[in-house]
């Protein structure tokens, strides 16, 4: 399974960007569908999650601008990021969990700079 990471680019702060995430491969079964990001210097957290049943998780810092959801049929994620501060720059990661056997995947990661 390999993932795909799109979608980042240079924002101006309020500014809007959408990052998607796209699996190729077969036989794999998905849970949790998530992104991360490392700032410059930070470890890398966990910004926002959706379960196979779209149940989600924001970090609190992201709570009403940031919304993921996901496509199941097309094995996709998104991140939809909204008013975004200087403090979102940092190169975002998403991350599919599946459960049986568990296993995790990441996609290589796309940057997203935002100029206050």
């Known amino acids: 399974v390999q993932l795909q990471a799109f979608g980042g680019g240079l924002v101006q702060a309020g500014g809007s960007l959408r990052l998607s995430c796209i699996a190729s491969?077969?036989?794999?079964?998905?849970?949790?569908m998530a992104w991360y990001r490392q700032a410059p210097g930070k470890q890398r957290e966990l910004v926002a999650a959706?379960?196979?049943?779209?149940?989600?998780y924001y970090v609190d810092s992201v709570k009403d601008r940031f919304t993921a959801s996901r496509d199941n049929a097309k094995i996709m994620v998104y991140l939809q990021m909204n008013s975004l501060k200087p403090e979102d720059t940092a190169v975002y990661y998403c991350?599919?969990?599946?459960?049986?056997?568990?296993?995790?995947?990441w996609g290589q990661g796309t940057l997203v700079t935002v100029s206050s």
């Open positions: 491969g077969s036989g794999f079964n998905i849970n949790t």
């Open positions: 959706i379960r196979a049943g779209g149940r989600t």
């Open positions: 991350n599919f969990h599946q459960i049986v056997p568990s296993q995790d995947f």
